[in-house]
């Protein structure tokens, strides 16, 4: 146990989880507000570039996930665990 630190990994995977969805509420708030409030495309291109660049820093830094545990959340997605009324096409 001391050799894997499981309960320093968990918490560098929280971390990192958080991070993310900060960065998806972000996105949202650009698609959904930002998006139809600023008529200036040079604006817009520039808040965007900042997303995909956070993306990108984020993804490059988070520890890899072990396959089990990809195929277990990816088993209920598929199964409808992680769909949100305001994710659902009416």
Same mark, same amino acid.
Request: charged share 35%.
């Given at each position: 146990? /001391?050799?894997?630190?499981?309960?320093?990994?968990?918490?560098?995977?929280?971390?990192?989880?958080?991070?993310? @969805?900060?960065?998806?509420? #972000?996105?949202?708030?650009f698609?959904?507000?930002?998006?139809?409030?600023?008529?200036? @495309?040079?604006?817009?291109?520039?808040?965007?570039?900042?997303l995909? /660049?956070?993306?990108?820093?984020l993804?490059?830094k988070?520890?890899?996930?072990?396959?089990r545990?990809?195929?277990?959340?990816?088993k209920?997605?598929e #199964?409808?665990?992680?769909?949100?009324?305001? #994710?659902?096409?009416?």
């Amino acid at each position: 146990m /001391t050799f894997l630190k499981p309960n320093e990994r968990a918490a560098m995977h929280r971390v990192t989880a958080g991070q993310f @969805l900060a960065l998806r509420n #972000d996105a949202r708030f650009f698609r959904e507000i930002e998006l139809f409030q600023s008529y200036r @495309l040079d604006e817009l291109l520039e808040r965007l570039k900042v997303l995909s /660049t956070t993306r990108n820093e984020l993804n490059q830094k988070s520890q890899n996930i072990p396959r089990r545990a990809f195929v277990a959340a990816r088993k209920g997605i598929e #199964d409808g665990e992680a769909t949100h009324k305001v #994710d659902k096409e009416d």
